[in-house]
């Protein structure tokens, strides 16, 4: 928690503290088993004296304090002593005393203790200072979930960040959206900033090296990143090596992970029979048909012995093992100061095949060459192994009434003799998908200390990825067989080197306090891809690794090259700590765009008011913080691919003079040589707050933000010779609510109680559309229509509206085809008609989201304790309406078990089974509240006291047990509310593990 102090109250505290140690010093008898003495001054930055530093020799119990003019004498005990001066207000400083028997120390003010230091774009602020909407997330507080997944680490920590599941293996990553969609095809991706230089992936970051991670989320503190920053900047900065005695620190885990509980249920042996004996009796005009037309042999003997399959049981594996472990070293002194660490992370994954290991390495260097040079490095590797699951397990959609095995024991290829289902331990054999990827990242900067208070950093990074991935089906697997087995093979590389140079000046005079920062930025990233797709082998032996064997291959090559030029500039000025304000333009050239618009301009403004500085309300005992915010500025979005304003050609294949010929001619995309950016343009206004000492701190937002020149393909007349083209057409607004508050309900010496509830809404609208048009159709599909008025995300289509029932008057009304036991539409316009004005349009984004995290710290022990909530999201569940995936009631596959209609059974919610074909407009049933609550994660830790870590001679000992994922209230049939039932389900993980520092 932070605390405000004042200034007068540090000054009495010092004194205070003074008088106490140097009473207590007069009383010490220091007894030197080694005559060697060393004395010397302490002074703060500014170069007066400090008066009653705690000077320690470090390791034993003998101690000096400095006298009223900072002065300090100590006879040393240790044979190389270390002397540790500590002071209330200022850093810890330890130095190794040497040769040396005078010495002057100069300690570093200890803003952290006065007041939180927010990370900015190129940069730092105390959090009184800051005008923009920034979040900062606890490091610790991330840390909490046992995953390699920081996305995941992030879901709740900050107000108007929404995290969404891509996908549950291991290895899989979360998307991140900020305050909603601005672009529909230029991508909603943040831009993720390590240490300075932007990454790919939030992934590419090991989350034990974050010591701190904000959230960029207005255009006033996205505005210095420009082209990039219209979706967003998350910044995050690792840990580097401090002065003083090196430490070393050890942090892991062992965890045993399970499916998650699902809230649905399948058909059992019997009931799924009867599914099968009803839909082939609504197909034999209500009469039921024998058992040996309706099941094969082998369903009709389990279904006699009563040995049915349940193959989630079979196919999930339980208890799987996650485990990680990191190694951190830090330390330094004066001149050299450096940190490294080693990670290493495995999980073996719910589904047989698929399992994930990674390694991290990390090294950071800073060393003082002279009193105006600092050369720096921060070195990053990652390699990481994935090994997928097979396609086709079908877990959930094998019939019950089948067998495993032949009677030899070994696998049956058709499981049930019927249905063409194939044995998923068969395609779990003969299945090899494997992943490998290798990224670093290489950093250098030199810090130069020029006249006239100016700083210049010269920065220079080199970003490498690559990944070989390999996929291999044999002769025996599902897809395989009929084409003696099917490989595939590509590798990615992907290079981005950057450059900058940064001047940054600052100066204090009186009351105020001016800073100025200026940029020059170019980076070239450049990817290429070779692609091979094979069949036809002649044995299994080799895999895919054996692909240059097959007897049919096609090889691709891509590659694409992209540049950005960038010029920023920001100032910002304070009067008296009072009034803030940040002024920040950047200009940026980049490749992607058309001839006649390579450059984008991005200004903003921002201001605030720390209102509780003010004279009248000094002496207030309640009001800690009230500061009021405002900002407005533009940021741009360049994310679309290279080449897409010029004309390309498409590779044709052709018989000329009886030859196979290769060509080239212009494809279906008119070229547009004005294209240009996504602009996006935010007002933000917000109110930062804290009362009663701390107990009591937040803030709220309110903002609004237009995207203008979207990036949209759309249709042209063909005359032309093309078919369609990438305009700048049409807007998009978001619109939201942010609240962060924190209270301590307990504040006692040994404990302490605290809640954090954090609430976010955002309304996403499209304002306008290219050629006034209200709609833009995706004819055949119910998914990608654009509609004036509603948000990117939806889905049209009709609305289901029950049953229809024996006895309803079904020839007067708009569906005369129907029969009872069909599923009824609503007349949406009551006309008696069905068609397209009767389709209506489903919202797939959150009303609002929420979390809530308990701290809890009794003595020695901590708990804590997070819920996440997702409020009026819509879902479609082809689970409950597709053939492939048993939802469409024929009986030939399991599924999600409903209440479906039968004669004797007038339900209201689901259809008549029929095994010819799905009944109509079974989709409608699709379309699911997908809102959830869910207890993300519950922690227990007990920390060592200071007795104990001294016998044991470390700095800190900390056990935990923790559980994720123990429990989720939610309506929406499957393992996960954001992903359908047969998509890798999410795990219940319980794990103990140990933080230690020596």
Known sequence: MSKFYSKQAFTKLKQSVFLFTFLCCLSLNVYAQKETRVSGTVYDESGEALIGVNVKEFGTSYGSVTDFNGHFSLVLTTEDPVLEFSFVGFVTKQLRVGTQSKMKVILEEDVAQLEEIIVVGYGSQTKSQVASAISSVEAEEMNKIPTADVGEMLRGKAAGVQISLDNASPGGSSSILIRGSNSISGGNDPLIIVDGVAVGSINDVNPNDIASLEVLKDASSQAIYGARASNGVILITTHRGEEGKVKVSYDGFVGFQNAVQRNFDLYNGDEFAQLAREAHRNDNYGIYQPDDIVFSQLQREVLASGQFVDWEQEVLRQNTVVTQHNVSVRGGNDKTKAAFSAGYYKNDGLLPGSDYQRVNLRLNVDQKVNDWLTIGSNISFMNGLRNREANNLNYLTNSPLSSIYNEDGTYRRWVADKGQQFNPFINIDETDRQSTTNKGLYNVFLDFKLPFDIKYRANASYRHNNVVDGNYQSSL????????????????????????????????????????????????????????????????????????????????????????LSFMGRARYSYDGKYIFTATAR???????????????????????????????????????????????????????????LGTATEYYYIFNGNTTAGFAPDFMLPNPNLRWETTTTLNTGIDFGFFDGRIQGAFEYYHATTKDLLITRDINSTTGYTKMIDNVGSVENTGFELTLTAEIIRKKDLSISLTPVFSMNRNKITELYGGLDVIPNVGSTTGWLFVGQPISVYYDYEFDGIWQTGDPINESHMTGAKPGDIRLKDQNGDGVLDDDDRIIYDRTPNWMGSLALNVNYKNFDFSADFYTVQGQVRHNSYLTSNANGGDLRGNRNGIKVDYWTPENPSNTAPAPSNAQSPLYMDVLGYQKTSFVRLRSMVLGYSLGEKALNKLQLQRLRLYTSVTNPFTWMNYPSYSPEKEPGSYPEAFIYNFGVNVTF
Not at 504 to 523: A, L, M, P, R
């Open 587 to 645: 200009a940026d050239a980049s490749s992607v765009f058309g001839d006649n618009n390579k450059w984008g301009y991005f200004p903003s403004l921002a201001v605030a008011w720390n209102i509780h500085r003010e004279n009248i309300f000094n002496g207030t005992d309640f009001l800690d913080v009230l500061k009021f915010r405002a900002s407005y500025g533009s940021v741009g979005n360049e994310a679309i691919s290279p080449y897409s304003s």
């Open 477 to 564: 697997e599902q897809q395989g067989i009929g084409k003696s087995g099917i490989a595939s093979h590509y590798n990615d590389n992907t290079t981005e080197l950057m450059l900058e140079n940064i001047v940054t000046w600052e100066k204090k005079f009186n009351k105020h306090k001016i800073d100025f920062t200026g940029v020059q930025s170019t980076i070239e990233r450049r990817w290429g891809r070779t692609k091979n797709d094979a069949f036809g082998f002649s044995n299994d032996l080799l895999g895919w690794k054996g692909i240059a064997g097959a007897e049919t291959q096609q090889v691709e090559r891509s590659e694409t090259e992209r540049n950005l």
